[in-house]
């Protein structure tokens, strides 16, 4: 486990996600040799919640390809192999209140419903990043006690599920229960992920890495 320090109550999950979406966009922009403004889109709050992600990332005027990227932190340890699972609800309507699952329901809805609309060449991502609390979140990438904590980069941090399956992007906006599974190999971050649907079927998803990502940008030719 890292050596990291910390509490899951010493920095809310929506601060860490904000710092994580802020991480992930210079990443990229570094990674992309580019002016930040030249490759990334970060809607705010009141434009995500009705386009359904955190950050567009493409070279400015780009074709034929943009990653469309949704964030969720899961406050778990990234080197322990615990299991993530991220349930989804649609919400009723009315008065009731909104809650996480309510929010994914939505918000996978929407990025793979713009994925639809712009005939693929926008595809969407679910980013799932791991972070035990704020601590943790400052010694990424450092040494502490001689344990190399893993960067933003890492596989073990930072898993990229790719929602463009049409088995599952059809079903995502039809069902109103689903659930994404992902287990990962504590020791190199091999991630096996699938969606359960609310009639118990299993669709596999593709996990990404960021260098795998970074070689989609490039146009590398690496989708199946």
């Known amino acids: 486990m890292n050596?990291?320090?910390g509490t899951p109550e010493c920095g809310n999950k929506e601060a860490l996600e904000d710092l994580f979406v802020a991480a992930t966009a210079h990443w990229f922009t570094r990674q992309m040799q580019l002016p930040f403004e030249r490759v990334v889109y970060a809607p705010n709050r009141r434009i995500e919640a009705r386009c359904g992600f955190d950050?567009?990332?493409a070279p400015v005027n780009a074709e034929r390809l943009r990653l469309r990227i949704q964030n969720k932190i899961s406050p778990t340890w990234c080197d322990t192999g615990e299991p993530i699972e991220l349930s989804a609800r649609r919400h009723p309507g009315g008065d009731?209140?909104?809650?996480?699952?309510?929010r994914l329901h939505?918000?996978?809805?929407?990025?793979?419903?713009?994925?639809?609309?712009?005939?693929?060449?926008?595809?969407?991502?679910?980013?799932?990043q791991?972070?035990?609390?704020?601590?943790?979140?400052r010694r990424m990438g450092h040494t502490v006690l001689g344990v190399d904590v893993p960067g933003i980069e890492s596989p073990l941090r930072s898993m990229a599920i790719d929602l463009s399956s049409?088995?599952?992007?059809?079903?995502?906006?039809?069902?109103?229960t689903w659930t994404i599974h992902i287990q990962i190999d504590p020791r190199h971050g091999f991630t096996t992920c699938h969606g359960e649907l609310s009639d118990g079927k299993r669709v596999r998803l593709v996990v990404r890495s960021f260098a795998t990502l970074v070689k989609q940008l490039r146009g590398e030719g690496i989708r199946p």
């Open 3 to 5: 050596p990291s320090g």
């Open 130 to 137: 791991q972070c035990f609390c704020l601590h943790e979140y």
């Open 166 to 176: 049409k088995a599952f992007t059809d079903r995502c906006l039809e069902d109103d």
């Open 106 to 128: 939505r918000q996978v809805g929407l990025l793979c419903g713009m994925s639809i609309e712009s005939k693929e060449k926008a595809y969407p991502f679910l980013l799932v």
């Open 55 to 57: 950050l567009s990332i």
């Open 96 to 102: 009731v209140k909104w809650s996480e699952e309510h």
